[in-house]
T-cell receptor, first 114, second 111 residues
Framework: DAMVIQNPRYQVTQFGKPVTLSCSQT?????MYWYQQKSSQAPKLLFH???????NEADTPDNFQSRRPNTSFCFLDIRSPGLGDAAMYLC?????????????FGPGTRLTVL | AQRVTQPEKLLSVFKGAPVELKCNYS??????LFWYVQYSRQRLQLLLR??SRESIKGFTADLNKGETSFHLKKPFAQEEDSAMYYC?????????????FGQGTTLQVKP
């Protein structure tokens, strides 16, 4: 089945230790998104890629970076995780990025910062 | 500022009862409105979008621009409807598809 895959499902890191979360898709979609969802809060967009073009949200901290080496893969790098970065990280894709497009979500990676 | 508000964190009903999950939005323009659903131990997925004007799993939602609302309704709730429901919008003229989510409502359908 074509889908969005996130690895790992659970990630534990130490305060200040860099961590990378991975997302891959078999849908061949042009757009890939990373959302952060803290406990009992709404998912919030961090950034997205339209093909190779990176688009950062204005309020995304510099601590968060992303890479998209090819159509299928997208990575979220947290350079120096703080306790406040503990959250569920959701990857999503859409075919064209148009406002009416469906977004397809991965299962999420739950990040714990010790 | 663009905002989506779901006033109820939890809505609990009995099987067969009508359900209405409320969603109000604040947006200066013509947004596209969606309902996404997350069943237990499953990923977030699209339930329906206003532009399609369709009924999915018995759910409907009507966009009321005057009241800036997009409430989700079902006449007879089923136990399998128990899930977390998120209302969301995108900018109507956007080519990024950025979703702005409400905080979600947990629907609990009791037998």
């Amino acid at each position: 089945d074509a889908m969005v895959i996130q690895n790992p499902r659970y990630q534990v890191t130490q305060f200040g230790k860099p961590v990378t979360l991975s997302c891959s898709q078999t849908l061949n979609h042009n757009v890939m998104y990373w959302y952060q969802q803290k406990s009992s809060q709404a998912p919030k967009l961090l950034f997205h890629y339209y093909d190779k073009d990176f688009n950062n949200e204005a309020d995304t901290p510099d601590n968060f970076q992303s890479r998209r080496p090819n159509t299928s893969f997208c990575f979220l790098d947290i350079r120096s995780p703080g306790l406040g970065d503990a959250a569920m990280y959701l990857c999503a894709t859409s075919r064209t990025g148009r406002s009416t497009d469906t977004q397809y979500f991965g299962p999420g990676t739950r990040l714990t910062v010790l | 500022a663009q905002r989506v508000t779901q006033p109820e964190k939890l809505l609990s009903v009995f099987k067969g009862a009508p359900v209405e999950l409320k969603c109000n939005y604040s947006y200066s323009g013509s947004p596209e409105l969606f309902w996404y659903v997350q069943y237990s131990r499953q990923r977030l997925q699209l339930l329906l979008r206003h532009i399609s004007r369709e009924s999915i799993k018995g759910f409907t939602a009507d966009l009321n621009k005057g009241e800036t609302s997009f409430h989700l309704k079902k006449p007879f709730a089923q136990e399998e409807d128990s899930a977390m429901y998120y209302c969301a919008l995108t900018h109507g003229s956007s080519n990024t598809g950025k979703l702005i989510f409400g905080q979600g409502t947990t629907l609990q359908v009791k037998p």
